[in-house]
């Protein structure tokens, strides 16, 4: 798909333009700063970008705010003593190096112990951590969706864990495919049911209109609270790119 891309200003605001071939104008406010970016059929003028960012100035100030004021963990230097997240728990890590496989262990309630083999990379001790986190992940949304495709009236769909830094999920209606952010693993399962089912209402209702809030409100009428816990939970360090 071709695509073009250029930059303005709107009240001060810095706004990424990207046109292609689509029929929709989709403005979107991103972390973890509150980048504000527009994609726009290829025939829609910088004026054009400009009304609609005016129109949504308070809502794009709004997310740039919360992003702003939104706690972040430093950066994981995975060593012993760190925090470490588990479905909306705080544990502390604790590196054990043996000459045995790799592996990663919930203590009580307050610990994450990590066997790794002596002089193991922090970078790698990062992946096995995270393949850990795709693994808890991965058995606890089949379940979820058993729960969920009959009330919502959905087909059985495929899905994948995977790491994205501005979406919790996504999904394509015509593929019949979810996307889940592998750092939902981190935050409550109530959490992750709620994206799960925002997700399968999307197959139904591509938009955030009216059409889809009635849905949300029918299948989960708690969805408000649990988006606004989503929200304020501390995100991940990410080195973050564009």
């Known amino acids: 798909m071709n695509t073009e891309k250029c930059k303005i200003t709107v009240n001060g605001v810095p706004v990424e333009i990207v046109r292609k071939g689509i029929k929709n104008l989709h403005l979107g406010v991103y972390p973890p700063h509150g980048r504000v970016r527009v994609a726009v059929p290829l025939r829609v003028s910088d004026d054009a970008v400009r009304l609609a960012v005016i129109d949504k100035l308070p809502w794009i ?37 043996h000459n045995g496989p790799s592996k990663v262990v919930l203590r ?26 795709r693994e808890q992940l991965a058995a606890l949304i089949p379940p979820l969706l058993d729960k969920w495709l009959p009330v919502a009236d959905v087909e059985a769909v495929n899905w994948t864990i995977k790491k994205m830094k501005t979406k919790w999920g996504s999904c394509n209606a015509s593929s019949r495919h979810i996307w889940l952010n592998l750092e939902l693993a981190k935050k409550p399962v109530r959490c992750l049911e709620y994206i799960v089912v925002h997700e399968l209402v999307h197959l139904l209702e591509r ?11 029918k299948f989960l009428p708690q969805w408000c609270s649990r988006r606004s816990e989503l929200n304020a939970a501390p995100l991940a360090h990410e080195t973050w790119s564009y």
């Open 61 to 97: 100030k709004r997310q740039k705010a919360r992003f702003d004021g939104q706690l972040r963990q430093s950066e994981r230097e995975m060593v012993s003593g760190e925090s470490q997240y588990f479905l909306g728990q705080r544990y502390r890590l604790n590196v054990i190096e």
């Open 108 to 133: 009580k309630k307050t610990t994450i112990d990590l066997y790794v083999r002596p002089n193991t990379r922090s970078s790698q001790r990062e992946k096995i951590l995270q393949r850990w986190y």
């Open 207 to 217: 938009y955030h209109n009216d059409n889809f809030l009635a849905m949300m409100n």
